[in-house]
Structure formats: structure tokens, C-alpha cells
């Protein structure tokens, strides 16, 4: 007597057969999608490897935070914090949209004294960089 051998159940939306596992993302993500590298004063050409370097560590240090805890986040060589257009060179990014876009701006910092800034806006968990700010032109100097 042979025993039955039972019919492996494929979902009907896979293709190949395997079942898709849906990760979700822990910590914040981060988009160019509204990067302006053309900007007269936030641009980086010619910028040294250890720049780039430092940004990309940045990047990934902060992608293990929550949004909040980027926002909470004490740091002296973080210093992330909102920007206030009125202390600054600019009046906002200049995004279509910006009013509905934009609740907060926000700016860190790559380092503790050098490398400047990364300027742009969180919604949910990603942070959208707009400018690159490597020397810190957006606050002018106070004299």
C-alpha cells in the first residue's frame, strides 16, 4: 500500500512560487529625491574623499535611530535641531508645494567641527536631504 503524498500549496500572487517576507524598515530611511546639488551656495564639486566618507558613516549611523530619537538626540556633534528661515540666508528651500511638503525644516551636523551640515525635512521615518551644506553658508557668520 503506497501512502499519498500531499500537493505543496503555492500562493496564487507569487511567481516563483516563494513566499515573500515583508520586512519593515527599523529606523529613519533617507531620499534625494528633492536634493538640489545645481544651488549656488549648498554644493559640494570638488569635496575630498573624506568628506564623502563622513557623510556615508553619518548616514548610516543615523539610520538606526527612530525619528524621534534623531529629534531628541542631544549630541554635540550631532546637533540636530529645526531651522528658523529668519536666522538664515535663505527663505525656505524653494520646493514647489514647500507650505504643504515641508511641516519642519531640520539641519544636523556630519561632524563635530567640520564637514558642515545636512539640511531637509522628515515626514514619518524618512529624512529628504535637500542641500548639502559643507560650508556652512545657510546661518551667516555674527559679527
Given at each position: 500500500?503506497?501512502?499519498?503524498?500531499?500537493?505543496?500549496?503555492?500562493?496564487?500572487?507569487?511567481?516563483?512560487?516563494?513566499?515573500?517576507?515583508?520586512?519593515?524598515?527599523?529606523?529613519?530611511?533617507?531620499?534625494f529625491?528633492?536634493?538640489?546639488?545645481?544651488?549656488?551656495?549648498?554644493?559640494?564639486?570638488?569635496?575630498?574623499?573624506?568628506?564623502?566618507?563622513?557623510?556615508?558613516?553619518?548616514?548610516?549611523a543615523?539610520?538606526?535611530?527612530?525619528?524621534?530619537?534623531l529629534?531628541?538626540?542631544?549630541?554635540?556633534?550631532?546637533?540636530?535641531?529645526?531651522?528658523?528661515?529668519?536666522?538664515?540666508?535663505?527663505?525656505?528651500?524653494?520646493?514647489?508645494?514647500?507650505?504643504?511638503?515641508?511641516?519642519?525644516?531640520?539641519?544636523?551636523?556630519?561632524?563635530?567641527?567640520?564637514?558642515?551640515?545636512?539640511?531637509?525635512?522628515?515626514?514619518?521615518?524618512?529624512?529628504?536631504?535637500?542641500?548639502?551644506?559643507?560650508?556652512?553658508?545657510?546661518?551667516?557668520?555674527?559679527?
Amino acid at each position: 500500500m503506497s501512502k499519498k503524498i500531499k500537493k505543496t500549496k503555492i500562493p496564487k500572487n507569487s511567481t516563483s512560487g516563494i513566499e515573500s517576507t515583508k520586512l519593515k524598515p527599523q529606523g529613519i530611511s533617507f531620499s534625494f529625491k528633492y536634493y538640489q546639488d545645481g544651488h549656488d551656495k549648498f554644493y559640494c564639486n570638488g569635496r575630498t574623499t573624506i568628506y564623502w566618507l563622513t557623510l556615508i558613516d553619518r548616514l548610516k549611523a543615523l539610520s538606526g535611530l527612530s525619528n524621534r530619537e534623531l529629534l531628541v538626540n542631544r549630541s554635540s556633534s550631532l546637533r540636530c535641531h529645526p531651522i528658523k528661515w529668519e536666522d538664515t540666508s535663505e527663505n525656505g528651500f524653494g520646493l514647489p508645494n514647500e507650505e504643504q511638503l515641508v511641516d519642519t525644516p531640520y539641519q544636523f551636523s556630519l561632524s563635530s567641527n567640520e564637514h558642515g551640515r545636512v539640511h531637509g525635512f522628515l515626514i514619518d521615518e524618512v529624512f529628504y536631504i535637500v542641500w548639502l551644506d559643507p560650508d556652512h553658508l545657510l546661518y551667516p557668520a555674527k559679527g
